[in-house]
């Protein structure tokens, strides 16, 4: 890097679920390290946001409507980012969604939406746009947002623990499989932060006259932890630079990931605990 040249001058970085939470900010944070972005959501009003905040203080972006569980789009969405923009330097697999609620609350149609979207998604991210990356030749970095729910058991999270623990899996076959065509694979692990995640999840096994208050109680739960979203996009950007593998991010997710390599016991029992009170999704 020549003096004065940002980090990920002219790289270009597709990043999915980029319309809010920590995909916005990884988005700026990219930006302001001179990337060429390319935001994706499900909300295209989301998207076009950021994008025309990333415009405004002079960087590039261009903003693209796709939903990771449909595998057409996907298809589509990979071949448009080929042909208008060339192959992606850097992939952020970013859009997840959370279902909270007991094992027995949640229904066929539950599981199928969060694999859909929180796995599926990661794969799909991985598989079209790894493919480009493979073909060019010049290596690349495929960025997975799973979360401390993939190492950390959590009762009322069965379905979305599940999903990030097999994106946290998958990323290790493919650092595996990867390495020799010089593209690195990142799993980033998120403890509690401060994004819009609780009140956009669905809540199963809850009366609906009580929603709104469960919905308000997990909101006030992310907000007192104080977590903002930039810090994680801080380490996803730290760890494209240094390849790292698995990176658990703030106090609770480190203290968790270490717990869950020397002493998984305390986890099953926190996890018991917790299985008595109400929870916030983690990430």
């Known amino acids: ?10 790289d270009l970085v597709v990043v999915t679920g980029a319309g809010s939470g920590i995909g916005r900010a990884t988005a700026l944070a990219f930006a302001a390290n001179g990337a060429r972005l390319i935001a994706a959501d499900i909300d295209l009003a989301a998207a076009t946001s950021v994008c025309e905040l990333i415009r405004g203080r002079g960087g590039s972006a261009h903003a693209h409507q796709v939903d990771v569980a449909d595998a057409t789009g996907m298809e589509r969405f990979a071949a448009w980012v080929r042909a208008e923009h060339g192959v992606p ?7 997840g969604i959370a279902i909270i609620g007991s094992f027995f609350a949640h229904t066929e149609e539950d599981w199928q939406r969060i694999i859909g979207v929180n796995l599926l998604g990661v794969v799909r991210g991985c598989r079209v746009f790894g493919t480009q990356m493979a073909e060019r030749g010049q290596g690349g970095h495929l960025m997975n947002i799973a979360s401390a729910a993939a190492y950390a058991p959590e009762s009322r999270l069965p379905a979305y623990s599940a999903t990030k623990a097999a994106v ?10 990867l390495a020799d065509a010089g593209i690195g694979v990142t799993t980033i692990c998120p403890g509690f932060t401060s994004t819009s995640i609780a009140r956009s999840a669905r809540l199963v096994g809850v009366p609906a006259e009580a929603e709104e208050q469960a919905y308000q109680r997990l909101a006030r739960a992310l907000r007192r932890r104080r977590f903002p979203p930039h810090k994680v996009a801080r380490a996803v950007l730290l760890a494209v630079q240094r390849d790292r593998a698995v990176v658990p991010v703030n106090t609770e997710a480190r203290v968790a990931y270490a717990l869950s390599l020397v002493a998984p016991q305390a986890l099953r029992a926190l996890s018991r605990r917790a299985a008595r009170r109400p929870v916030a999704p983690v990430k």
């Open 168 to 177: 946290r899996m998958l990323g290790e076959c493919l650092r595996a499989e």
């Open 1 to 10: 890097m020549t003096n004065g040249e940002k980090a990920f001058q002219n």
């Open 89 to 95: 330097d850097v992939v952020v697999n970013n859009a």
